[in-house]
């Protein structure tokens, strides 16, 4: 797929793997992933009941904030928006928390998590995801940068109020849109968050 290089990327080969709180071990006949928050109805699904609910297969760049990306991933998973479906996400809810088993997290808005191209990634390059890779379950917006796909993904929460995840404690952008350059704090142009205001 023919795709254009995001304002400050770089290619690199391969991905670089990162694990800020080290790589957890997961079991997985207990894992699930949770819905949670303000929605209706809170919902988990195991592993198996992900991997029949796939829906999304397609070939993606990733972009990390520090300036490498990886060309033409091939993803698969589900769109956040099937998962959450039958949760029925309450209007109130302005963003998604991302939780991870290692006790990582990142923050996105909620159009962004529910956006057609955002899904929970199961698979890349056609094989389930590697423990480094996030095993069993990562968020993908191929729109955002990578940090906030949070590996070893179990719980999505809809929360109206926002907060820091792990990064954006440290600095980094509320939503953090690659094609607007949403590095840090302050940068970018449409992000959810009242601006300082303007003194006239
Ligand atoms: N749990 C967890 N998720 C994480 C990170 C991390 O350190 N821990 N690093 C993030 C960052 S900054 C990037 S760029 C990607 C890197 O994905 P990779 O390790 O598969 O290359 O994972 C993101 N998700
Ligand atoms: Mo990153």
Redesign the pocket.
């Known amino acids: 797929m023919q795709t254009q290089t995001p304002p400050g990327q770089k290619y690199i080969k391969r ?7 080290g790589v957890p071990e997961v079991d997985i006949q207990q894992y699930r992933l949770k819905i949670s928050g303000l929605v209706e109805n809170p919902i988990e699904y195991t592993y198996d009941q992900l991997l029949t609910m796939i829906d999304t297969r397609y070939t993606r760049d990733f972009h ?2 520090t300036g490498w990306s990886v060309k033409d991933v091939y993803w698969e998973g589900v769109k956040i928006k099937t998962l959450v479906e039958k949760a029925k996400v309450k209007d109130e809810a302005k963003w998604v928390i991302f939780y ?1 088993l ?1 006790g ?1 997290t990142s923050v996105v808005p909620k159009e962004d998590a529910l956006a057609e191209d955002s899904i929970i990634a199961l698979r890349i390059n056609g094989k389930p995801l590697s423990i ?3 095993f069993p379950a990562r968020p993908f917006m191929p729109h955002l940068y ?2 906030k ?4 993904l179990t719980e999505i929460e809809f929360t109206s109020k926002y907060v820091d995840g792990y ?1 954006e404690e440290r600095g980094y952008n509320e939503r953090g849109n690659v094609w607007e350059e949403e590095r840090f704090k302050g940068q970018g142009g449409r992000h959810h968050l009242p601006r300082r205001p303007i003194l006239t």
Request: glycine share 10%.
């Open positions: 991905f670089i793997f990162y694990a800020a709180l990390c904030v991870s290692d990582y480094e890779q996030g990578g940090w796909s949070a590996k070893w990064w």
